[in-house]
């Protein structure tokens, strides 16, 4: 069993484990296949430290009405095509957001990191479920 991650290094660690996915062959691979599981786990961490650096959702409010947006529009025709450089564009809204506040920084780090990975309907979908889960797990700790 892996030693715990400490919550300081949490966006580290999530990002790391983004950035070496592998598929089932041992290839380099996209965001699906982040282990669930594994995903849940970084996230709890992650919402806590987040809330522990006073991190409140209006500050990250408009990123979070993008990826719903965004969600909308791939339930509504199913074509990840069409949404593809609205995703990647939700980076320089992280940008600024962490810009304008050194809270920001480390979920920017993290959804930068992830966002990269994203390449089919699929991917986005366990975006959804990484900041979700995040912010599920920052707003059970105290988040406001």
């Given amino acids: 069993m892996a030693p715990p991650i400490q919550t300081?290094?949490?966006?580290?660690e999530i990002v790391r484990t983004i950035?070496?996915?592998?598929?089932?062959n041992g290839k380099k691979?996209?965001?699906?296949?982040y282990p669930i599981r594994l995903m849940v786990?970084?996230?709890e961490k992650f919402g806590e430290?987040?809330?522990s650096q006073r991190l409140e959702t209006n500050q990250i409010r408009k990123f979070l009405d993008a990826i719903?947006?965004?969600k909308s529009k791939l339930v509504g025709n199913n074509k990840f095509s069409e949404i593809e450089v609205e995703i990647v564009l939700l980076k320089p809204k992280l940008a600024y957001a962490a810009a304008r506040q050194n809270v920001v920084k480390p979920l920017n780090k993290v959804m930068s990191a992830a966002i990269d990975k994203v390449e089919?309907?699929?991917d986005f979908e366990?975006?959804?479920n990484l900041i979700e889960s995040i912010i599920a797990y920052h707003k059970q700790a105290g988040g406001k």
Avoid at 8 to 12: A, G, H, K, Y
């Fill in 29 to 33: 691979s996209t965001l699906k296949t």
């Fill in 126 to 128: 366990r975006l959804v």
């Fill in 41 to 43: 786990e970084q996230a």
């Fill in 68 to 70: 719903n947006r965004l």
């Fill in 8 to 12: 300081s290094d949490i966006s580290s």
């Fill in 49 to 51: 430290e987040l809330k």
């Fill in 19 to 24: 950035q070496n996915l592998v598929d089932e």
């Fill in 120 to 122: 089919s309907k699929e």
